[in-house]
C-alpha cells in the first residue's frame, strides 16, 4: 500500500520540486554515485577496489526530442571512453526510453545500436533495463533485433511480478540470452503484474532456474537473501559453474551482502547511476523500501 503510494505521489509536480530542489543533500547521495561524471569515477573505483563489478547508467528517462537523445548517446559514448581510460570494471546499463523508445522505436533503436557498437570496440557491454509494461514488447523486439545483427554485447531485463514474463523467456531462449532477473520495480494493475509479493518471489526463483538450466548468463538481481541462497544450492545442485551467473545489487543497498558473497567467490555487480536527472530512480528506491522515507525525514531532522 505504502509503496504503491509513494510511486503515485511522485507524479506530484509540487513533491518533485521540493526533492529535486533538497534531495541530494538528504539523502538522495546513498543510492546516487554523485550527478557528474568525474563524482561517479570516483565512487567506481572504489567499489572495484572492494571486488565489485559495477555498471553505471546515466539517470534519465522518458526523453520526448530527438536531440536530447542525440546528446544522451553522446554522454554514453563519453562514458564508454572514460571506463576504458580509467581501467574500470563497470559497464553500461540504460533505459531506452532515454534514448526516445517513448516516442519513436526506430529512433531508439538507431541510436542503442550505435552505443552497443561503440561498446563493442571498447569490449564494453551495455543492458537494456525493463521500464513500465507498455514498453516490454518493443524493448524485447529491440533487444532481439540487435542480437540477430550481430551485437554479442548487450543484455537486457525481465520482471518476474509480470505474468507474461515465462513466456517471454523462453521465447528469448534461442538467443542464448545475457538476462537480467528483478522483480520488478513499477506501478503496475493486477491485470498484468502479481499483486501479492509472494507470488512475484515465487516467480523470481522459478524464472531464475529456468534461465539457469538453460543456455546464457543470468544476472540474479535482487537483495533478497532466500532467493539468493536459493540460486546458490540449485547452482551448485545442478553444477552449473560461477562464470554463468552474477549477483547484482543496487549502489546504496545491502553492502555487506554485497561484500559477503565477493568473499564467497561469486561474481557481484553494483548498479551505480549517477547524474541530474535522478528524482524518479530515487523515487522507485524509496518504494521499494517505505523505511528509506524515515532515513530521508531523519536527515532533514538533523538538519
Ligand atoms: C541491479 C538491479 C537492477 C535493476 N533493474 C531493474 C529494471 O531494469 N527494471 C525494474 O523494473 N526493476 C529493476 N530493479 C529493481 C527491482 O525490480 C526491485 O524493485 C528491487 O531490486 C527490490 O527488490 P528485491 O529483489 O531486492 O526484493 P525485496 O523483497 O523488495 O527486498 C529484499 C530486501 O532487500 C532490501 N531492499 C530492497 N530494496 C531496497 C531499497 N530500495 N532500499 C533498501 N533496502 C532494500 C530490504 O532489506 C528488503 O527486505 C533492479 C534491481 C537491481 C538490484
Redesign the pocket.
Known sequence: MMSKAILAAAESPRMQRGVRRHGMRLGAARFVAGETLDQAVVVLRGLNDRGLLCNTTLLGEGVCDEAETRVVVETYREIFDRIAAEKLRVNV?LKLTHLGLGFDEDLARANIGELASDAARLSNFVRL???ESAFVDATLRVYRSLREEGHENVGT?L?SYLYRTPGDLDALLDLSPNL?F?????LEPPDLAYPE?SDV?AAYAALVERSLSAGGFTAI????TA?IARAIAFAKANGIGRDRFQF???YG??GKLQLDLVEKGYDV?V?TPYGPDWYRYLM??LA??PA?VLFIAKNMIRR
Not at 182 to 186: E, H, I, T
Not at 221 to 224: E, G, I, K, L, Q
Request: hydrophobic share 40%.
Open positions: 546499463a533495463d525493463m521500464e531485463v520482471q537480467r528483478v522483480k520488478g520495480a513499477y509479493k518471489d538481481a535482487t537483495h533478497d532467493l547484482q545489487m543496487l543497498v545491502r555487480l548498479a522507485r528506491r521499494e523500501r528509506n
